[in-house]
T-cell receptor, first 109, second 113 residues
């Protein structure tokens, strides 16, 4: 089956710093999505990407669908304490979604 | 707004007991998914339904697990008998429209002693 490799597994950053995380797959995906999970909650959709090369922003978040359709990255600019959580990439060759293992982000004030 | 209500939020039970987790979509949807989350394995898809019909249950770990969706507004995931290794957070998620954009419930945290 499809595998997603998400990196890094965890990050500790200072408030105000920029963050970058990425995801690669062993096969081509038609859709890439990024979710965030706050402690004790379910994942919430941040950004959805549908076309190779697509670059989409949502506030301080920017994500891109790689040209090869096998990768995606998520950037967070000027991190704040509420950015803490687990960020998941997810890809869709066909239904259902395949999820990465997540990047756990900690922000030090 | 799309939404899913899961119950119970927390359940602690003893090995061998039956566990029933519930999911109530509060908006329209085409697909309903059950996921399990653990530190070691991340988010694992257990089973999903399309228009209340089970499509793929290959992720259900054993015959001890079963899921039903009697109507569009209700689904259950049952574990009988439960074992300590079943301890995890179980999520229900739905899609409204495009299958990739999932809306998750808050999860049911299960602890089997």
């Amino acid at each position: 089956g499809q595998q997603l490799n998400q990196s890094p597994q965890s990050m500790f950053i200072q408030e105000g710093e920029d963050v970058s995380m990425n995801c690669t797959s062993s096969s081509i995906f038609n859709t890439w999505l990024w979710y965030k999970q706050d402690p004790g909650e379910g994942p919430v959709l941040l950004i959805a990407l549908y076309k190779a090369g697509e670059l989409t922003s949502n506030g301080r978040l920017t994500a891109q669908f790689g040209i090869t359709r096998k990768d995606s990255f998520l950037n967070i600019s000027a991190s704040i304490p509420s950015d803490v959580g687990i960020y998941f990439c997810a890809g869709q060759p066909t239904t259902p979604l395949v999820f990465g293992k997540g990047t756990r982000l900690s922000v030090i004030a | 707004d799309a939404g899913v209500i899961q119950s119970p939020r927390h359940e602690v039970t003893e090995m061998g007991q039956e566990v029933t987790l519930r999911c109530k979509p509060i908006s329209g949807h085409d697909y309903l998914f059950w996921y399990r989350q653990t530190m070691m394995r991340g988010l694992e898809l257990l089973i999903y339904f399309n228009n209340n019909v089970p499509i793929d249950d290959s992720g259900m770990p054993e015959d001890r697990f079963s899921a039903k969706m009697p109507n569009a507004s209700f689904s259950t995931l049952k574990i009988q008998p439960s074992e300590p290794r079943d301890s995890a957070v179980y999520f229900c998620a739905i899609t409204t429209g495009y299958a990739g954009e999932l809306f998750f419930g808050e999860g049911s945290r299960l602890t089997v002693l």
